[in-house]
């Protein structure tokens, strides 16, 4: 069974770069049939697709983010990684990982989510 | 952009009644090429991850109840709980993948009446 893991820091101050690792195991992050993706949610509020890696290292990135995100992925320790940077606290939410089926497609398998609060 | 909309933000149904959801996108996410509509539902319940309901409008996930169905074509779709059951308690969303950025409708929270 597929499964999905986040980890990093939960506090994060404002300024600062934000920074998750998604551990992928149960499958091969190498399948060229996925995408690797992370989709963020503010408390109490809606999902956001933040953007996605391919095994290859192509990357795929939400307009209204760009300039600040990077996704990257390492093949050999199954693990995908995002930074956000210059985060300030709307960017306070709970980070998911998630398999995709397409670079911005749906996803049945997500990790349990991460919150991760910027604060001073 | 293409932007999603959701109606109603919130619902309470009697158990074993119908629960009925609305989702529009602000465009066409019907692909003619390939006759599909990218469009995905999911189900969040507290402290938990969005989990698929249907992709392609109306193609159910592997381990949902068949009271889950999803319909509709071009710009308006609907997802239904046929017969509400407790641990249907939820907010769902539904969310078009046909172009990016993809877009998330802002949910619609279902309660017990």
């Known amino acids: 069974q597929l499964q999905l893991q986040e980890s990093g820091p939960r506090l994060v101050k404002p300024s600062e770069t934000l920074s998750l690792t998604c551990t992928v195991s149960?499958?091969?992050?190498?399948?060229?049939?996925?995408?690797w993706g992370w989709i963020r949610q503010p408390p109490g509020k809606a999902l956001e697709w933040i953007g996605s890696?391919?095994?290859?290292?192509?990357?795929y990135y939400n307009p209204s983010l760009k300039s600040r995100v990077t996704i990257s992925i390492d093949t050999s320790k199954s693990q995908f990684s995002l930074k956000l940077s210059s985060v300030t606290a709307a960017d306070t939410a709970i980070y998911y990982c998630?398999?995709?089926?397409?670079?911005?497609?749906?996803?049945?398998?997500w990790g349990q989510g991460s919150l991760v609060t910027v604060s001073s | 952009d293409i932007v999603m909309t959701q109606s109603p933000d919130s619902l309470a149904v009697s158990l074993g009644e119908r629960a009925t959801i609305n989702c529009k996108s602000s465009q066409s996410i019907l692909y003619s090429s390939n006759n599909k509509n990218y469009l995905a539902w999911y189900q969040q319940k507290p402290g938990q991850p969005p989990k698929l309901l249907f992709s392609w409008a109306s193609t159910r996930e592997s381990g949902v109840p068949d009271r889950f169905s999803g319909s509709g074509s071009g710009t308006d779709f609907t997802l239904t709980i046929s017969s509400l059951q407790a641990e249907d308690v939820a907010v769902y969303y539904c969310h078009q993948y046909y172009s990016t950025p993809p877009a998330f409708g802002q949910g619609t929270k279902v309660e017990i009446k």
């Open positions: 149960g499958g091969s992050i190498s399948s060229s049939s996925f995408y």
């Open positions: 998630a398999r995709l089926n397409g670079p911005y497609y749906y996803g049945a398998y």
């Open positions: 890696a391919y095994y290859s290292g192509s990357t």
